[in-house]
């Protein structure tokens, strides 16, 4: 959701009210994500459909739901003829989409991507079509408006923990994505040991036993656990540190939009141009790979991470962007 932020808003400009309702999946947070952004009037959930005995009685609910708000357009950001068929099958007289394979069916506005498009990313996907349509002019990486009323109340909420604040998000949905506790609680004895400071250690509810082992082989007393914290809450905090460093997950993209210098661990084996279309500078995320010169046999390629490694970027990224915790 992270990625198409831009997108959203890029379609909102093109409506007379400058505003648009989303239709996404409960996991995307998007509530959360969109309660404090004008050009998003309203969010509707997706999952029924996804996980309902019957699809397509489901899509006949959703169909039916979606007639009865009256919706005149419909922007299909999706290569899935689905969402088309449940607009078609709604009377929403235009129907915007890429127009892959069967979608063509059942979309009837615009100018459409050719099929060789289908490979490209999901976020090459979004730019190409709404470039090709005159929506878009050149890409622009996400951003995350934090009002500034949250950013003072964290302020206030931790005045008293030292900076510079470093947050650690220790989630990660594949297993494949995780660097694990050892090398967290590793890179944070590190980095406290040279910079002090604050950890502050971010999760879902699931990463809860996680979080309490890291921070309990963290050898000081400033450490904050927040797992679960709203996402406004998270926003803010993220928007107040210094620098952040995580898996790859929904996490690390809330903040890299946010603002704060984000270092991803990229250790998942990925297609070329997902790797490097996800570790983007220019997208505020700077990346850490597998050394994968390590010959350790059985070790996954997301602990061919190094905490060296990574303590090394993080160094550089603070002198970069807090001078005044640069070391002399």
Known sequence: MVWHLPF???ISKFEESKKVDVLTIKRSMADQLFAHEEYVSDVL??????VGKSKFLEILKLAKKLRSLNYGRVWILHKSYHWALVAFLAGIPERWGYGFGWQRWFVNSGKYLPNDSRKLHPIDQAVSYLKLNGLLAEEAPPKIVVPS????????????????WIALGVGATDS???WGSENFASFANNMIGQWGGTIFLL?????????SQVKSSI??????NIVSFPICEVSALLKACHLYVGNDSGMLHISAAVGTPSIGLFGMTYKKIDTYRLADEGRN???????????????SSIHKISVAAVVQKAQQLIGKFQPEYSQS
């Open 8 to 10: 959203i808003q890029a």
């Open 45 to 50: 959930w997706l999952d029924d459909v996804l």
């Open 149 to 164: 009323e949250f950013i003072t109340q964290i302020e206030n909420r931790f005045k008293d923990y030292p900076k510079p």
């Open 176 to 178: 494949r994505r995780q």
């Open 203 to 211: 999760g879902g509810a699931s990463e809860e036993l996680m979080v």
């Open 219 to 224: 050898a000081s007393p400033s450490v904050v």
């Open 285 to 299: 995320i700077f990346a850490v790979f597998p050394n994968e010169n390590r010959g350790e046999a059985n070790v």
